[in-house]
């Protein structure tokens, strides 16, 4: 007797199974699980362009600009992610590491931009505010190497190649520049863009 699986169990096999087969990406997860954070994950770019690679036929995939690994600590005081950053950049320093603990991003946005935003509760709510619903997906690595998904919105946009705004906290305009910065029609021509 088969047992019908749903299109989002579906999509987190597939995410899971793209991850699994991208060593450098498994490298990446493996060394930010070395920090023995408590609640973390590698997301945006990392994850967005290689499912986008592989559902392109890229040969080749795309050097992400960063590995973005993100955390949730409300008890950590902001030094510790130029700290986590130096161990991961000793652990492979060819990568482009950032690391952001998502319990201090209010703060960010009150020095650097001048605005007053309510702090995140959850790593989760972290990456609900992502400027692209198909970029608020990250992935992380049990101690097993079992692979976990953190998506808020699901996986619908990263697997139907649908790139649309997620108004939550950034601007129309913000996004419509990174659309165009990221250059992802020219990268990805199987995208559908909305620009509203």
């Known amino acids: 007797m088969s047992i019908a699986t749903s299109p989002a169990h579906e999509n987190a096999q597939r995410l899971r199974a793209i991850v699994s087969t991208s060593a450098s990406l498994m490298a990446a997860l493996r060394a930010a699980r070395s920090l ?37 600590d409300a008890r950590a005081c902001p030094a510790q992610d130029a700290q986590l950053e130096a161990r991961l950049r000793a652990t492979i320093p060819t990568m482009r ?16 931009l001048g605005q ?43 697997f139907n190649l649908r790139v649309r705004h997620n108004p939550t906290r950034a601007s129309l305009d913000t996004y419509r520049q990174r659309v165009h910065d990221k250059r992802f029609q020219e990268r990805w021509p199987r995208l559908s863009i909305s620009m509203e």
Not at 40 to 68: F, K, N, Q, Y
Not at 107 to 112: D, L, P, Q
Request: hydrophobic share 40%.
């Open 116 to 158: 007053t935003v309510a702090p995140f509760s959850s790593l989760k709510e972290g990456i609900a505010t992502w400027p692209e619903y198909a970029t608020c997906v990250g992935v992380y690595v049990n101690e097993d190497d079992s692979i976990g998904i953190v998506a808020p919105y699901g996986l619908d946009d990263l």
């Open 36 to 72: 023995a954070l408590h609640d973390w994950c590698i997301g945006a770019g990392a994850v967005r362009s290689l499912v986008w690679d592989t559902l392109h036929g890229h040969a080749c995939p795309s050097a992400p600009e960063d590995i973005d690994v993100v955390y949730y």
């Open 97 to 112: 590491w950032e690391v952001t603990n998502q319990a201090h991003v209010h703060e960010w946005f009150a020095s650097t």
